[in-house]
């Protein structure tokens, strides 16, 4: 029997509170990313965003520390913060410390995914390329370009191999993303550095079990009660793995249950990481970027997204778009745009939003809008053609 039954606000309170989205926290980055498990950052300013809205802002007028943004900029820089293909097969920023049992976790779907077919159409049979990872990883002890890389495997290969070889092998190899540089760290072009951990030993099946332990663990703390569906939805793992990483963890997880939402509902039985705040807690606005977890990191995405919006906040080709968050549920998306001799904030609400909460979209816009324009004043602007197609809105604003 579940030992607690939520209300549908009580559990969008569990993921708010766990995706630090209730109020802004005085964590440091570093462990706010490990709290988080992982920020999405298949667009480089994703990450910037998914951090703001998540930390407290920092006053150095009063001695505090470095704001949130240069603060990510040094954890990339020295290695403590990583960039690397993970949950979901896309990019992903975690902490060096998790990136070996996250990468061994989510080794067997790789392995899967990528076949044989990759590497056949590249002329070289995966075992053969996989022989000869220590001398990939030789190769990038300094961080290499894919068309550096591409190269390379041609030159130690033959002239057979097509890129895919070495598209292939970057998900297989203990590699991350190297910072670029330009505004967000990373630039359109990636370069990528062997990590300095060791391969994924495939034939440890005690550690793969150990690791994808640990990600059930992690994903409850940063996510709140899940469903086996949702912690696969977010891995894209298979859902038989997920269920006997449950069942090994027995009693470190207890079952609740939801209002009007079918399905068993799994938590962390430790009270004190698994946080449900009361329902009638403040959601305050924010301004979600691209592919925030807070939307994704579920198979059921009503809890922050309402259906009859989805499909204008989701595109047809996985697109995410930039969100406004009021009462801890999506109720428009935004972009940026020049206006006169400054940028500001259009906000489309694709249902009514109250006086009271744009006050608050007004403010979140003004504080952000300065920082963009330090760095990118229209992060997004190569999906604004998403508006272009037109945007389903009752109501614009422009903000900030």
Same mark, same amino acid.
């Given at each position: 029997?579940?030992?607690?039954?939520?209300?549908?606000?009580?559990?969008?309170?569990?993921?708010?509170?766990?995706?630090?989205?209730?109020?802004?926290?005085?964590?440091?980055?570093?462990?706010?990313?490990?709290?988080?498990?992982?920020?999405?950052?298949?667009?480089?300013?994703?990450?910037?965003?998914?951090?703001?809205?998540?930390? @407290?802002?920092? =006053?150095?007028?009063?001695?505090?520390?470095?704001? &949130?943004?240069?603060?990510?900029?040094?954890?990339?820089?020295?290695?403590?913060?990583?960039?690397?293909?993970?949950? #979901?097969?896309?990019? +992903?920023?975690?902490?060096? !410390?998790?990136?070996?049992?996250? *990468?061994?976790?989510?080794?067997?779907?790789?392995?899967?995914?990528?076949?044989?077919?990759?590497?056949?159409?590249?002329?070289?049979?995966?075992?053969? @390329?996989?022989?000869?990872?220590?001398?990939?990883?030789?190769?990038?002890? !300094?961080?290499? *370009?894919?068309?550096?890389?591409?190269?390379?495997?041609?030159?130690?290969?033959? +002239?057979?191999?097509?890129?895919?070889?070495?598209?292939?092998?970057?998900?297989?190899?203990?590699?991350?993303?190297?910072?670029?540089?330009?505004?967000?760290?990373?630039? +359109?072009?990636?370069?990528?550095?062997?990590?300095?951990?060791?391969?994924?030993?495939?034939?440890?099946?005690?550690?793969?079990?150990?690791?994808? !332990? +640990?990600? /059930?663990? #992690?994903?409850?703390?940063?996510?709140?009660?899940?469903?086996?569906?949702?912690?696969?939805?977010?891995?894209?793992?298979?859902?038989?793995?997920? *269920?006997?990483? &449950?069942? #090994?963890?027995?009693?470190?997880?207890?079952? &609740?249950?939801?209002?009007?939402?079918?399905?068993?509902?799994?938590?962390?039985?430790?009270? @004190?990481?698994?946080?449900?705040?009361?329902?009638?807690?403040?959601?305050?606005?924010?301004?979600?970027?691209?592919?925030?977890?807070?939307?994704?990191?579920?198979?059921?995405?009503?809890?922050?997204?309402?259906?009859?919006?989805?499909?204008?906040? /989701?595109?047809?080709?996985?697109?995410?778009?930039?969100?406004?968050?009021?009462?801890?549920?999506?109720?428009?998306?935004?972009?940026?745009?020049?206006?006169? =001799?400054?940028?500001?904030? !259009?906000?489309?609400?694709?249902?009514?939003?109250?006086?009271?909460?744009?006050?608050?979209?007004?403010?979140? @816009?003004?504080?952000?809008?300065?920082?963009?324009?330090?760095?990118?004043?229209?992060?997004?602007?190569?999906?604004?053609?998403?508006?272009?197609?037109?945007?389903?809105?009752?109501?614009?604003?422009?903000?900030?």
């Amino acid at each position: 029997m579940p030992s607690e039954t939520l209300t549908a606000r009580g559990w969008n309170r569990a993921l708010l509170a766990r995706q630090l989205l209730l109020e802004r926290s005085d964590l440091d980055v570093v462990p706010a990313v490990r709290s988080l498990l992982a920020v999405q950052s298949q667009s480089a300013p994703s990450a910037y965003l998914a951090l703001w809205n998540r930390l @407290a802002r920092s =006053d150095l007028s009063a001695g505090g520390r470095p704001g &949130v943004w240069p603060e990510l900029d040094v954890a990339y820089a020295d290695g403590r913060l990583v960039k690397a293909s993970l949950m #979901r097969l896309t990019l +992903q920023t975690v902490t060096a !410390e998790d990136l070996p049992t996250l *990468t061994t976790a989510m080794r067997p779907l790789l392995r899967d995914r990528l076949g044989d077919a990759r590497f056949a159409d590249g002329g070289v049979a995966r075992d053969e @390329a996989l022989a000869a990872a220590p001398e990939f990883l030789a190769e990038l002890h !300094e961080p290499r *370009t894919n068309e550096q890389m591409d190269a390379w495997t041609q030159s130690r290969f033959g +002239q057979h191999p097509t890129p895919s070889v070495w598209w292939a092998m970057r998900y297989l190899l203990p590699v991350a993303h190297t910072p670029t540089g330009g505004p967000w760290s990373f630039g +359109q072009k990636p370069a990528f550095r062997a990590t300095g951990h060791p391969m994924v030993d495939a034939d440890d099946l005690d550690g793969q079990h150990r690791a994808e !332990e +640990q990600l /059930v663990r #992690r994903y409850l703390a940063a996510f709140g009660p899940a469903t086996v569906a949702d912690i696969a939805q977010f891995t894209v793992m298979r859902r038989a793995p997920v *269920t006997a990483a &449950v069942a #090994r963890l027995g009693d470190e997880l207890t079952e &609740v249950a939801v209002e009007g939402v079918r399905g068993r509902f799994l938590d962390l039985a430790d009270t @004190a990481l698994a946080r449900r705040p009361d329902p009638g807690t403040p959601a305050p606005p924010r301004l979600l970027g691209m592919w925030d977890d807070a939307l994704l990191g579920s198979a059921d995405r009503s809890r922050t997204l309402p259906p009859a919006i989805k499909a204008a906040v /989701v595109r047809r080709n996985g697109d995410v778009l930039p969100s406004l968050l009021v009462d801890g549920s999506v109720a428009g998306v935004w972009r940026v745009t020049p206006h006169g =001799d400054r940028h500001r904030i !259009e906000a489309h609400a694709l249902i009514p939003i109250a006086t009271a909460d744009w006050d608050g979209l007004e403010a979140e @816009a003004t504080a952000l809008l300065p920082l963009l324009a330090e760095r990118e004043p229209a992060p997004y602007a190569r999906y604004d053609h998403w508006w272009d197609k037109h945007m389903p809105s009752v109501e614009v604003r422009l903000l900030g």
